[in-house]
């Protein structure tokens, strides 16, 4: 093989390593820190301050060691550190989890920050040093190229790799061996890569033996717990299914730090927010059945307690971003038994494309902790909502808000006021971090929520109507937009966490 097809074909390797390991890193932090703004933020800085490094670091050495083998020796040691990174993440990440402020965004900013520069820093910094390696090597005794062209196709074959790279991880490598095999398989091309930098045949061996000792023991739990029952990494995220003392299961996604869904096959109530939800439809007494479409499935806690309670007075649809959800539910909800249509997408784009009314939309899209995705807390969302009402329609959701003058709570509800003519609300429970907030064309009054045969549904009904309130628009207030809404840091400051 020429020295061309050489010096192209590492540098395409090198490509493709750095922004797997990059979209990777995210999906490895996911389980200990979330996915939020804060944790990218900090992946991206860290792989381009490593970059900037390796490039400087790579063009001195260059000019003392300008030889191929010099090269392959760095690609080897950056694919044995890359083999290492999924042993010690956890225990690494784990250790910040015994920090004091745990979920804070102080510690999800300087705890992903530090464990995303001790997994990657150095390994990315020694691919970084690749692409000014190439060009010395390549230009060093050519004729009839310039720098520049040289430099130009080492850096055009770098890009294809990184945009190989860039999918292969998101759409087949992670969703079918998760993230610590992805990572290995990455590492270990870089380390088989290497491995020619030395002249003895001893050391591919070892390089082989390498490979194949840190690949076998892939099997355990990425995020191991005494109640796991299930874990699974999708494109969208990480999932687990846990189990309490009394058979009561749980699914969390990510972090783990909120809950997504709850099953209890001895009971269809469980005594959170979902219980308020499943009163809605006795906001539509006269209506049979009431179409109802439910944003943000997960396990599937809100439709079968709908289902339980109204049976055929009830028809619905479900959306849900993330099929792998819906199968592990299927498995330990049994969500299979469910009477509801699924449609898998994201729940702002199935709006714009779906034809059909409903009486009832419900909007349950929570992620990471407390956080609600800000493209469905926004003034376009909400009146893409209202168009898909019937007449007499409502809109209703939990909000998770420290109280009714938060930040968080003001910014949504009167966003939706914005929209909506008629917002009424209720914490759910005293002492609540949760509230259910109403939303349509007419007044309605919790009260006629009131007759349900389940007590523990009749006992939320009288908590809502005890405590409801109406919110009127108020200009001076902020309104949500899709150009600037910033959730997370009102998420943050509703937590205490930021100061107002």
């Known amino acids: 093989m020429g020295k061309r097809k050489i010096t192209l074909g590492i540098a395409f390797i090198a490509g493709i390593a750095v922004t797997a390991m990059e979209i990777s890193a995210s999906r490895l932090l996911a389980p200990y820190f979330g996915t939020s703004q804060l944790v990218w933020t900090n992946v991206i800085g860290i792989v381009l301050a490593a970059l900037a490094a390796g490039y400087y670091l790579g063009g001195r050495l260059s000019e003392i060691h300008p030889e191929l083998p010099a090269l392959l020796k760095i690609i080897f040691i950056a694919g044995v550190l890359g083999l290492l990174i999924p042993w010690i993440a956890r225990p690494l990440a784990q250790g910040f989890a015994a920090v004091p402020g745990g979920g804070s965004p102080a510690y999800v900013f300087f705890g992903s920050l530090l464990v995303a520069a001790a997994l990657f820093g150095i390994p990315i910094a020694l691919l970084g040093m690749t692409s000014p390696f190439l060009i010395k090597i390549a230009t060093a005794g050519s004729a009839g190229q310039t720098a520049g062209s040289i430099s130009g196709q080492i850096f055009a074959w770098s890009t294809i790799g990184s945009i190989l790279g860039t999918f292969l991880p998101t759409l087949l490598l992670t969703p079918w061996l998760g993230t610590r095999l992805t990572i290995s398989i990455f590492a270990a091309v870089l380390v088989v890569l290497g491995s020619f930098g030395f002249t003895r045949i001893p050391a591919k061996i070892i390089a082989a033996l390498t490979v194949l000792a840190l690949f076998l023991p892939l099997r355990t739990p990425l995020k191991p717990s005494e109640r796991l029952l299930a874990e699974q ?228 009904a009288g908590t809502l109507a005890a405590n409801q309130q109406n919110y009127a628009f108020n200009p001076a207030e902020r309104v949500l937009t899709d150009d600037k809404a910033p959730v997370e840091f009102l998420t943050e400051q509703d937590l205490g966490y930021l100061q107002h």
């Open 233 to 460: 990494e999708s494109r969208q995220q990480f999932i687990q299914v846990l189990q309490g003392q009394s058979g009561t299961r749980y699914m969390v996604v990510n972090e783990g730090a909120g809950i997504q869904s709850i099953y209890n096959p001895a009971k269809t109530t469980t005594g959170f927010y979902y219980d308020a939800l499943a009163l809605l439809p006795r906001l539509f007494p006269q209506q049979k059945p009431v179409k109802v479409l439910i944003i943000g499935v997960a396990g599937g806690t809100v439709p079968r307690e709908l289902a339980a309670e109204y049976g055929s007075g009830v028809r619905l649809d479900g959306v849900e971003i993330d099929p792998a959800v819906t199968k592990l539910a299927d498995k330990y909800f049994d969500f299979s038994s469910v009477p509801i249509n699924m449609h898998f997408a994201d729940g702002r784009i199935f709006l714009a494309h779906d034809p059909q009314k409903y009486d009832l939309i419900i909007v349950d899209a929570y992620q990471n902790e407390l956080y609600i995705p800000f493209t469905v807390t926004t003034r376009e969302f909400w009146q893409s909502v209202a168009g898909h009402l019937n007449s007499g329609g409502i809109v209703a959701l939990n909000a998770g808000a420290r109280s009714p003058g938060s930040p968080l709570f003001l910014a949504l509800t009167n966003t939706i006021a914005s929209v909506f003519p008629k917002v009424e609300y209720s914490p759910i429970g005293a002492n609540t971090f949760n509230y259910l907030i109403t939303a349509g064309r007419q007044p309605l009054n919790f009260a006629t929520l009131a007759g349900s045969k389940n007590p523990d549904l009749q006992a939320m």
